[in-house]
């Protein structure tokens, strides 16, 4: 084992395709998601990150978002088995968020679902074991399907300037990308799969790549290509996910918290004509309603670090906790904190004020906000 950026690394902890040109970059921290390297900071602070995502191009190491591969006669019984969205009208080419839930409704993960074929699907998970969970439905089931992690690795090209980088690799084509849909697109000799997704409101792409072994190559191609558009290292930036409401699975919402919880209804299809895991429970929830719900919140007081803790919310002047900030930084967008995080019912009123408590000390006034932040 070797000490590297605060990490004791070993075989359990994969690096990816990328991870030597992320550290040749300059990587200064690394997370772990998957059981796989997850660059989390490079040598400019979140806000010089933040700043330079909004106007310019960035390229992720996203490794750690693995695939579960689907495959065979009944991968579609499964895939509408395991979610509350109905994937029944959903195309060949075709991306979609699709919330898994267990049978009390709670979240499992919440991937993108990809149609590669009919009958062949990947999802594209965050930090928990689907792979392991579809396998053994599957089984007691009796389906006829594969699962598999197959030998993908997403790499992901962020902000505003992603496309105008990525055409000069692969023409006008990836232009005609619609959002949450993917196409093939040749990389030297092989077909891969580029998606129009991403994990930033500035949008981007996100390349599959199937052959491991090319993973430097594109890397630098797409380097090139970028220098003229400014282009630099990135990561998931936490002030553009919490301003965009984008929830992170582990922090914002576990398997105890469901979908209606968690302002998902756009995405499910609680009363879809195909059972599913926990459909009971969630029909009983859309019945009698919700008695907490994910909000954003923007509060004064001194810049934030990153959450690494939750912070208690208060009723203002009463001392009553109403729920926790799970995920926040300094927002140069409004000069203020912000974060996001599970609020009581009887306090999602939009500008409500509220108590954030910063630390053992200190507390702050807030105003509870909708999601997203912003638009």
């Known amino acids: 084992m070797i000490q590297q950026n605060g990490l004791n690394l070993s075989r359990r902890i994969r690096r990816t395709p990328y991870t030597s040109n992320v550290e040749n970059h300059g990587v200064t921290g690394f997370s772990v998601v998957n059981h ?10 979140v806000e010089e ?4 995502l909004q106007e310019n191009v960035q390229i992720w190491d996203v490794g750690c978002q693995r695939q579960v591969e689907i495959k065979g006669k009944d991968a579609t019984k499964l895939i509408e088995l395991i979610t509350p969205r ?15 839930t267990d049978t009390n409704g709670g979240i499992i993960n919440d991937p993108i679902l990809t149609k590669i074929a009919e009958e062949h699907y990947y999802l594209s998970v965050a930090d928990s074991d689907v792979l392991l969970w579809a396998r053994g439905l599957s089984i007691g089931y009796k389906l006829n399907v594969r699962i598999r992690e197959p030998d993908v690795w997403p790499l992901a ?14 023409g006008d084509k990836i232009n005609s990308l619609k ?17 129009r997704t991403g994990y930033s409101r500035n949008g981007g792409f996100e390349i599959y790549l199937s052959r491991p072994e090319l993973g430097d190559s594109l890397w630098k191609k797409i380097w090139k290509a970028g220098e003229s558009h400014n282009i630099r290292p990135g990561c998931p930036n936490i002030i553009d996910r919490v301003e965009a409401g984008l929830l992170s699975y582990g922090n914002e919402m576990t398997v105890e918290n469901t979908p209606l919880e968690c302002n998902m209804e756009k ?56 729920g926790q900030l799970t995920s926040g930084a300094y927002s140069p967008r409004f000069k203020k904190n912000i974060g996001v995080g599970m609020i009581d019912i009887g306090y999602w009123e939009e500008d409500k004020e509220i108590e954030v408590k910063v630390d053992e000390t200190k507390v702050c006034q807030g105003l509870i906000k909708n999601l997203p932040l912003v638009g």
């Not at 796989?36 to 602070?45: G, I």
């Not at 990150?49 to 330079?52: K, P, S």
């Not at 009971?280 to 954003?296: D, E, M, S, W």
Request: hydrophobic content about 40%; glycine content about 8%; aromatic content about 12%.
């Open 36 to 45: 796989t390297l997850l660059p989390k900071s490079f040598q400019n602070t």
């Open 157 to 170: 090209v962020q902000g505003p300037k992603a496309n105008l980088v990525l055409s000069k690799i692969f």
């Open 49 to 52: 990150d933040y700043l330079h």
């Open 86 to 100: 109905s994937v029944e009208n959903m195309n060949i080419g075709k991306c979609l968020y699709v919330p898994l």
């Open 267 to 322: 995405f499910i299809d609680i009363e879809k004509e195909h059972d599913y895991i926990g459909k009971k429970a969630l029909l009983r929830q859309k019945k009698y309603g919700v008695r907490r719900r994910i909000k954003g919140v923007i509060f004064g007081g001194p810049k934030i670090p990153t959450i690494t803790r939750p912070l208690q919310l208060f009723d203002t002047g009463k001392g009553k906790i109403i």
């Open 179 to 195: 959002k949450f849909n993917f196409d093939w697109f040749p990389i030297e000799g092989t077909k891969q799969i580029i998606a």
